[in-house]
């Protein structure tokens, strides 16, 4: 019987396991201590918000001024540990960046827990995400694992990070396969599953078992009002796009401030001081906002409020580069969104009010996949978050409406956009004489029905256009080529030849390929 396991067990599978809980399990170490520093600062600066004193706002002044400055200094040493950090982990599994892993993994977490901790609006999920990536980097190095096994620890890292950050494996195995790393081999999701449980075990012990964001309702949205999904599918697909559009925008208007990129974080620092001294509930990523609706939904006009506080402060505050996520802001601004909708239409009476908590809790759900284009991770994340399987049909509908309507509008994936802005001005860079070379898409050509992520680009050269009709499309990685289309790319001019000739080569290599899977 034993020589018969023996015949069957698979030992690359079980290396990997054995990996991934190794990087889970530091992981998980690495991102509850992180957790755990960002809450208790945080509550201490809601307790000194509540009572203030001249005395207090002057401290809290100086300090934040002394906060920025360390800030600004760790993100001059490594400017890789700006924002989320999703994008960065994107980037390096995409070969297109590379980091000290050890730079990466002190720096973040220090420049974290001082920027997310005195109540900025935002994330710890990001950063958490670049945590465990980084120890996913540091385990590979350790172990001189390279290539493929180095980017498989590295995606198992991050998925840790999300597990750990949100309790939340599943949906942290899931946002690493659909919208990090874009590989669903079965090395990868069983070391990122792996690695995601590891982590999770470790928070679970410290944070305990209750859900992250549990949120209490009395009975599942009857089929009878899921026009009500649509409605509000549409109102978040608008928003989310508007989200999308603005934060793009921020650095370009922070620009204008002539503060150095480095030290522009002093502006969030600074301005968040008169919210605390007004609203200190609302201060922080916003979980306490979304677990505050289990006592108490505010009336519309402060619903309202809130969402236009949060979503201007978010803004300034990611748009400064300071170090820390869109994630877990994101999911307030849609339980906010849904709020202000169930309560509209229960006030004019088209809702009963037993189930405005259940929009609420779909609208998280809706406003991540819009924004992140990640539907299958919002309703995982938002299913193990709230801690209630009842909802999947409800948040798959909205989710869908939210997706198609940020897609018709244009819009791509935010993470992706991120890593765009952060990589192609590099790619320009290493092109000496900039020349346009246009390629025609023919009627049954390989690239015909292909997104753009999915094709191998030569190195040195940019797609900046398609060309349909008469229209000019801005590619992202989803964008699909169509028959007709004509690609306009940016290369050396000296090697437009050489260029046409490598992705010919690539579009053969591929059809051949195709034409052999067809024949087996």
Do not use: C
Not at 88 to 106: H, K, P, R, T, Y
Not at 236 to 264: E, N, S, W
Not at 383 to 409: C, F, H, I, K, Q
């Amino acid at each position: 019987m034993l020589e018969a396991i023996r015949q069957h067990l698979d030992p690359t599978r079980l290396r990997f396991v054995g990996f991934g809980l190794l990087v889970g399990v530091l992981t998980g170490g690495v991102v509850a201590t992180f957790r755990w520093a960002i809450e208790h600062i945080l509550q201490l600066m809601q307790q000194l918000y509540r009572q203030p004193t001249s005395g207090k706002l002057l401290l809290i002044g100086l300090a934040s001024i002394l906060l920025g400055v360390i800030v600004a200094r760790l993100l001059k040493s490594e400017p890789n540990i700006a924002g989320s950090g999703i994008p960065q982990v994107e980037g390096q599994l995409a070969g297109e960046m590379d980091f000290n892993w050890w730079s990466i993994l002190w720096k973040k977490f220090v420049a974290g827990v001082l920027s997310i901790g005195p109540g900025l609006f935002l994330g710890r999920e990001g950063p958490s995400i670049q945590l465990g990536a980084a120890v996913g980097q540091g385990v590979a190095h350790g172990f001189k694992r390279s290539g493929s096994d180095r980017r498989i620890m590295i995606a198992a890292g991050a998925a840790g990070g999300l597990a750990a950050a949100f309790n939340a494996p599943i949906a942290g195995t899931m946002f690493v396969l659909e919208e990090v790393y874009h590989n669903f081999s079965p090395l990868v999701w069983l070391t990122s599953l792996a690695s995601a449980v590891g982590a999770n075990f470790i928070s679970l012990n410290v944070f305990g078992e209750v859900p992250v964001l549990h949120l209490v309702y009395d009975r599942p949205l009857p089929l009878a009002l899921y026009w009500h999904l649509l409605l509000l599918g549409v109102v978040l697909g608008l928003l989310g796009f508007l989200y999308q559009q603005v934060l793009l925008a921020m650095p370009k208007l922070y620009r204008f401030t002539k503060i150095p990129r480095a030290y522009q974080g002093l502006v969030p620092f600074l301005l968040v001081i008169p919210i605390g001294v007004v609203a200190p509930n609302i201060l922080g990523g916003g979980n306490g906002l979304i677990t505050g609706f289990n006592h108490a939904i505010p009336a519309l006009g402060i619903l309202v409020a809130i969402f236009a506080v949060r979503f201007i402060f978010s803004m300034v505050s990611y748009g400064s580069g300071l170090p820390g996520g869109i994630f877990l802001p994101i999911l307030s601004l849609g339980a906010v969104i849904g709020a202000v909708y169930a309560v509209f239409m229960a006030n004019v009476g088209l809702l009963p009010q037993e189930y405005v908590m259940n929009l609420i809790i779909f609208a998280m759900a809706g406003y991540f996949a819009g924004i992140g284009k990640a539907p299958f991770t919002a309703i995982l994340l938002i299913t193990e978050m709230v801690g209630n399987l009842t909802n999947l049909m409800a948040m798959a509908v909205l989710s869908l409406v939210a997706y198609l309507v940020v897609d018709l509008l244009g819009g791509a994936p935010i993470y992706e956009s991120l890593l765009r802005r952060m990589t192609v001005p590099k790619q320009i860079e290493s092109i000496h004489r900039m020349d346009r070379l246009e390629l025609p898409i023919y009627e049954g050509g390989v690239l015909e029905g292909m997104q753009v992520r999915d094709f191998a680009w030569p190195k040195q050269t940019l797609l900046m256009s398609i060309r349909r009709g008469e229209n000019t499309i801005i590619p992202h990685g989803d964008t699909v080529i169509h028959a007709g289309d004509t690609l306009v790319l940016l290369t050396d001019s000296q090697k437009r030849a050489q260029v046409r000739q490598q992705i010919e080569k690539l579009a053969a290599k591929l059809s051949t390929q195709e034409e052999k899977s067809g024949q087996e």
